[in-house]
């Protein structure tokens, strides 16, 4: 009796303390993070942040209950994410969930707000029935506030949310200049960038022609994609905003690229030459890659035009990046009509490649024409992996240690590529690199590292067919191989123990 009395008590006791444990987990609790680049580890840059608010911070996360599993993961995560920002915040930093569904007033706040319910798919009853899903969060203090309208599943949500908070409580933000006066294009020409970089910076174009020196104030300057000469006086007063401490992001185009008329030419500006004396070169040559982007071709076939999409080598696709704040996480990157990057100079200067082409890459020298019905074989790319963005960091010019970012692409980054044609996407990445070479050459907080921590989209079609197989094969065949091992097991010490047990004598 008594045992039976300690056995249920012992069960009794078994059942509290998973009951328990589990509520204290919802607000209390610890995760080994196993991912890759650590999605669910907070940054020191967080903490920091965090950690040092002055002010107590508002956060109302909007978002929708009863979802589908992929969707409902992300109200978790955040929630998650803020029960660790308000530990750290030192009561500074509290939060509440609303849930505006079926609650017209709610609804209303939520849009006026700036956070808009999207349809999703939900599947009940064997039929797929459309639902309005909230998904965002409002972040004030005092009267500054900051909205994320949306986060989307795999979005760097820690970054988003560090930034938001940072946004609102920083009340002077650095400036950041563009660089105008010589053809490069416009804040209006580049609408992703300007609105990615006065998040956190305000961004303000310059031109060298009216000023005796750059400003101080400016932590970095961006010249991009010029077209006209640059003085020499204009580029001594880049050396001497470099002597002082100050940091250049170069995008330039050595090679100009012109499908209109298939032909392609040499740009010279000046900078080029000013790049030469430090020892970067960039040469007047279009980089070829067998990893490459398609364009859109018209070919008549009788009394039809028929499009169709054709491998054009001079658009290089980007996947080789080095582990470097700036190209850490980055997956693919766009690079039409790009150059190669050369260092001579020696180990004075820190030099570190960021991003380069495929094993198969080549350069076409200028002028040339672009022959779009060309079959391309191997020994037109018989170089290796080519250079096409670096970090240069040191006494570059006399003076004080500065910072440069040099890309052999004064495009990549631009939305609006001329007059007539209608204003163009950016790669994901594209825009990741600009502004991670902003972070890194103007914020000494660490956010730089947080823009990539998201889950990473890693297309199987672009990996090799014997990888892409093997993996498939893997995936298939392993978690059954596991079961059959584990069978194994268990039948082999069922086995021992009938073996020890027959072995024991009887007296």
Request: proline content about 5%; hydrophobic content about 40%; glycine content about 6%.
């Amino acid at each position: 009796m008594k045992t039976r009395k300690s056995f249920y008590t012992s069960i009794l006791l078994v059942i509290g303390a998973i009951v328990l444990a589990n509520v204290l987990s919802v607000d209390f609790f610890t995760r080994i993070d196993l991912t890759e680049n650590h999605s669910y580890t907070l940054s020191k840059a967080s903490k920091a942040v965090v950690a040092n608010l002055e002010d107590p911070i508002t956060i109302k996360a909007y978002f929708s209950e009863n979802l589908p599993p992929n969707v409902a993961q992300v109200r978790q995560d955040f929630k998650d994410l803020l029960i660790e920002y308000a530990n750290l915040s030192n009561g500074n930093l509290v939060y509440e969930f609303i849930n505006p569904n079926g609650d017209e007033n709610l609804e209303q706040e939520a849009t006026k707000s700036g956070i808009n319910a999207v349809m999703i798919n939900v599947r009940e009853k064997d039929e797929v029935k459309q639902q309005k899903a909230y998904m965002g969060a409002v972040i004030e203090q005092a009267d500054r506030l900051d909205v994320i309208p949306f986060l989307q599943p795999g979005e760097a949500m820690e970054y988003a949310l560090t930034t938001s908070i940072k946004k609102v409580t920083v009340v002077d933000k650095p400036s950041i200049a563009l660089l105008q006066g010589h053809g490069e294009p416009s804040m209006e020409d580049m609408q992703q960038v300007t609105q990615s970089v006065n998040v956190l910076y305000n961004f303000e174009p310059i031109s060298l022609v009216d000023l005796e020196a750059i400003p101080t104030r400016f932590k970095t300057v961006a010249i991009i994609a010029p077209k006209d000469t640059i003085t020499s006086n204009q580029l001594a007063k880049l050396d001497t905003y470099l002597s002082n401490g100050g940091q250049l992001l170069i995008a330039i185009n050595r090679v100009k690229g012109d499908l209109q008329n298939a032909s392609g030419t040499a740009v010279y500006t000046g900078l080029e030459s000013w790049l030469q004396q430090k020892r970067i070169i960039i040469d007047d040559k279009f980089l070829i890659d067998t990893k490459s982007a398609s364009i859109n071709v018209q070919q008549q076939q009788g009394t039809f035009r028929i499009s169709s999409q054709v491998q054009f080598p001079y658009l290089p696709i980007i996947n080789n990046f080095s582990d470097h704040p700036i190209s850490k996480g980055l997956e693919a990157m766009l690079l039409p009509f790009a150059s190669p990057i050369t260092y001579t100079g020696d180990s004075t200067i820190h030099y570190q490649p960021l991003a380069f082409t495929s094993a198969q890459s080549g350069t076409v020298s200028v002028p040339t024409y672009f022959d779009i019905q060309r079959q391309w074989t191997t020994s037109d790319f018989p170089l290796g992996k080519q250079v096409v963005a670096a970090a240069f960091s040191g006494t570059i010019v006399s003076g004080s240690e500065s910072k440069m970012v040099v890309i052999g692409d004064g495009d990549f980054a631009v939305n609006n590529q001329g007059e007539g044609q209608q204003p163009q996407a950016l790669q994901p990445d594209n825009l990741s690199f600009f502004i991670n070479s902003i972070d890194w050459l103007s914020d000494d907080t660490g956010l730089i590292d947080l823009r990539t921590k998201a889950v990473t989209s890693r297309p199987l079609d672009q990996l090799e067919d014997g990888t892409r197989s093997l993996l498939k094969y893997l995936n298939f065949f392993l978690p059954m191989l596991l079961v059959i091992i584990y069978g194994l097991f268990r039948m082999q010490l069922k086995r021992r123990i009938r073996v020890k047990r027959m072995e024991v004598s009887y007296e």
